[in-house]
């Protein structure tokens, strides 16, 4: 027991856990409200409003940092997350089919931008960062033309304070995050297909040599970063009853931001799963309690710049020191 | 078990602690940098919130969001709520939204507010229907809300306070029917998915239909970006070269000095909402010929006066109060630049 929890004490996403810890005592602190208020940060209401927010990030955040490792990037997880959206609006609310049918092809259109990505990135070699942008114009593209610049209202055919599986809406979110992240997490630490992933980013003609069917790992690797961005795209949806083409725009950089606060490194072979998912609550409790200062309003796009440039700089500079 | 299963199923001692005790030393001066950062941009908001000698009242913090940061229109709803916290003496504005209009981040920041728990909240919807739960949730939190320039009539809201949006597009209906003499092919310009553009353009519609000869050629979603809104306009007069008129129920076009450029006055005219500058310049030099005024500073510190009052327990007599609009053409353009010019300097 002891052991185990020595090397628990070293893995390297509980440093990104203490900058979070660190980062909610200070808005504790600084946000420490006059006599007869309640807190305004602190306080259970806030916390899930947080982990909601932050889960629709997370859940995409997973995948990118697994294609991060491999050596690669994904530009296209905010246009996937819109396209499986728009995908299961039209199905559930203009088709009329169940909900069950329209999340499922939510979550085939977000397989098949995977499968997409994976072939340009594999058998066409083209580099993922062009591959995956011409992917995000293409599932944006589509959800705009499904959409012909209307939105499907899901809530209105959704029972009003519809609870999936008897629990509150608004828990929906960080349930999936959390089970994903544990699930990825394990796969990526404990099995060969998560360490060749590893390997892979870290060298890969080594890794060929070593006799890793990089092809095919590489392949999966993008197809379920896709995945997972579509089911955050269905579930964003869901939760906010709203399907529109221009949902989650420019979320392919907070997603790597936060995989790369969390740890991972963009010349691959380094990083988590758990790392990316704190890496997106670091972003959740900025977004969150920087609104409630007067007055920072027009500052926090600066804060949140400069956390991000000062983690990474840190975590770099460690990194060659300890080389 | 087969082979595949077995290649997948291997198991593996992660050794990767020396490498990770390394992040430690870093992580401090992270944190150090957000404080810096964050004590730096707001401390001096902190000295104005503590009350000069003995409180009047009690304090209040009213949560003011337009639709976006980015659009000029909202910068003089600031200057009005400000001013207006300032002559009440016991209110603080937290001005925010989202850096564009981004519906679903725009919803963020409200839930953000309700679970912060301010005493009001004063907002220009940009997705109404969406917002309907969070307005609904705080009012029964007992977080007075109130709706302007752009309402959510299907919630709770206490009061909205705005034009009339419906009867501001007849009124450009109008004008545009006056400049063509009635007849000729009328593009519109909008933002899909904001409830008062919807109604401005319903209001426009329902206008052009006393004018059979004036036939709507194309309606275009700009998506509340002046940027679009110039490239709108200019592949919109290379497909309808003929083009009697244009009108946009928003103020993209006339925000930016250039976006009209590929339009010939003499063919094709131009009706528009709003008249922030320097859309006055566009009307003098001829590229528009009638603006849309709202009530810009009224925007910001109506909603402010509403919500003190509400604290008070003084509810507005009217759920949707009427701001009236500003009709400006050539020939009046300069006493309203005059009376613009007041308005900044806070005076009525």
């Known amino acids: ?323 | 078990m087969h082979r595949v299963a077995a290649r997948f199923l291997v198991p593996f001692q992660p050794s990767r602690a020396a490498e990770a005790r390394r992040q430690w030393a870093g992580t401090a001066l992270v944190v150090a940098a957000v404080a810096a950062l964050a004590s730096g941009a707001c401390g001096k908001k902190e000295e104005a919130a503590a009350p000069a000698g003995s409180p009047p009242a009690k304090r209040y913090r009213f949560a003011v969001m337009p639709k976006a940061l980015n659009l000029p229109v909202f910068t003089y709803a600031r200057v009005g709520a400000e001013r207006a916290a300032k002559q009440l003496g016991n209110v603080d504005v937290i001005w925010r939204a989202p850096e564009d209009a981004d519906p679903l981040k725009q919803k963020e920041i409200l839930e953000s507010f309700i679970t912060q728990g301010v005493d009001g909240i004063a907002i220009s919807c940009t997705s109404a229907d969406l917002l309907n739960d969070p307005i609904n949730k705080a009012v029964d939190a007992g977080i007075p809300v109130v709706t302007w320039d752009s309402d959510a009539p299907r919630s709770k809201r206490l009061a909205f306070w705005g034009v009339d949006d419906f009867k501001s597009g007849q009124i450009m209906g109008e004008e545009a029917a006056k400049l063509t003499g009635g007849k000729g092919k009328v593009a519109l310009m909008t933002s899909l998915g904001a409830e008062n553009l919807a109604r401005r353009l319903d209001g426009v519609k329902e206008s052009l239909k006393k004018h059979p000869d004036m036939k709507v050629v194309e309606t275009y979603d700009i998506k509340e970006d002046p940027t679009r809104s110039a490239e709108i306009i200019a592949t919109g007069m290379s497909r309808y070269p003929d083009l009697a008129v244009w009108i946009s129920v928003g103020g993209w076009p006339v925000f930016v000095r250039n976006a009209l450029d590929p339009i010939d006055p003499a063919k094709t005219k131009f009706v528009c909402f709003d008249t922030v500058p320097p859309a006055p310049d566009l009307l003098r030099s001829g590229k528009v010929q009638v603006l849309i005024g709202q009530k810009y500073f009224g925007w910001g510190s109506e909603p402010v006066k509403l919500l003190a009052g509400i604290k008070e327990g003084r509810m507005p007599q009217q759920k949707v109060i009427d701001s009236g609009v500003d009709v400006v053409t050539k020939d009046n353009v300069d006493a309203y630049l005059e009376q613009w010019k007041r308005w900044e300097k806070g005076e009525e």
């Not at chain 1, 203009?94 to 995977?114: E, F, K, R, T």
């Not at chain 1, 599986?165 to 796969?187: M, R, T």
């Open chain 1, 1 to 323: 027991m002891n052991a185990r929890l020595k090397s628990l004490w070293k893995t390297r996403e509980l440093s990104t856990l203490f900058v979070l810890a660190l980062e909610v005592a200070f808005f504790t602190w600084y946000l420490w409200p006059e006599a007869g208020r309640s807190h305004p940060f602190f306080n259970l209401g806030n916390l899930v409003l947080i982990l909601k927010y932050s889960a629709l990030y997370g859940i995409a955040a997973i995948g990118a940092a697994m294609v991060i490792i491999s050596g690669g990037v994904d530009l296209a997880p905010g246009a996937v997350m819109a396209l499986a959206g728009v995908v299961t609006g039209h199905i559930f609310v203009i088709q009329g089919h169940p909900l069950s049918v329209g999340v499922a092809s939510g979550i085939v259109a977000g397989l098949l931008c995977g499968i997409v990505s994976a072939l340009l990135v594999v058998a066409v070699k083209l580099p993922p960062f062009i591959a995956t942008l011409g992917v995000m114009g293409i599932a944006r593209g589509i959800a705009f033309i499904i959409t012909e610049g209307r939105f499907f209202d899901l809530s209105s055919r959704l029972p009003a304070g519809w609870k999936p599986f008897g629990l509150p809406a608004d828990w929906l979110a960080p349930i999936v995050l959390v089970v994903l992240a544990a699930v990825f997490q394990y796969l990526m630490q404990r099995f060969q297909w998560g360490r060749a992933i590893f390997a892979i980013g870290g060298n890969e003609t080594a890794a060929l040599f070593s006799g890793i069917r990089v092809g095919r790992v590489k392949a999966s690797v993008y197809i379920v970063a896709a995945v997972l961005a579509s089911l955050s795209g269905v579930i964003l949806v869901v939760i906010q009853g709203q399907g529109r083409a221009d949902l989650a725009t420019g979320y392919e950089l907070d997603i790597i931001a936060s995989s790369v606060v969390g740890g991972a490194s963009l010349t691959g072979g380094r990083g988590s799963v758990v790392g990316a998912v704190l890496g997106t609550l670091i972003f959740g409790v900025l977004r969150n309690a920087l609104p409630q200062i007067p007055g920072a309003t027009f500052y926090d796009r600066l804060i949140v710049g400069v956390v991000v440039v000062v983690i990474v700089v840190v975590d770099q500079f460690i990194a060659r020191k300890g080389a």
